[in-house]
């Protein structure tokens, strides 16, 4: 069975940075397409940012300019590089492939004050 494990959430202040990591457990890592996606309380899970097999990324437009999305094959680990936080940031966040989805994680918390 394949485990996502998401670290590095917290509570920061807006404008600041928080690097998020995503652990892939059994399964392979490196020829899949990986994927940031998040939740806030009472709303739908969106879309972050993607990267490809290859290294090839996509954004969502609310992110883009201020969040960086990395993978480490060796380490069967994706990151995500976030700056200049804002309070709508908040929200669960999750990693999954954008196809062929594994189980979702517990995800983690990301709070940004004003």
């Known amino acids: 069975q394949v485990h996502l494990v998401e670290s590095g959430g917290g509570l920061v202040q807006a404008g600041g940075p928080l690097s998020l990591s995503c652990k892939v457990i059994g399964s392979t890592f490196s020829n899949t397409a990986m994927g940031w996606y998040r939740q806030a309380p009472g709303k739908q899970r969106d879309f972050v940012a993607t990267i490809t097999s290859r290294g090839s990324t996509n954004y969502a437009d609310s992110v883009k300019g201020r969040f960086t999305i990395f993978r480490d094959n060796a380490k069967n680990t994706m990151y995500l590089q976030m700056d200049n936080l804002k309070p709508e940031d908040t929200a669960i966040y999750y990693c999954?492939?954008?196809?062929?989805?594994?189980?979702w994680g517990q995800g983690t918390q990301v709070t940004v004050s004003s």
């Open positions: 999954n492939r954008p196809f062929d989805r594994w189980y």
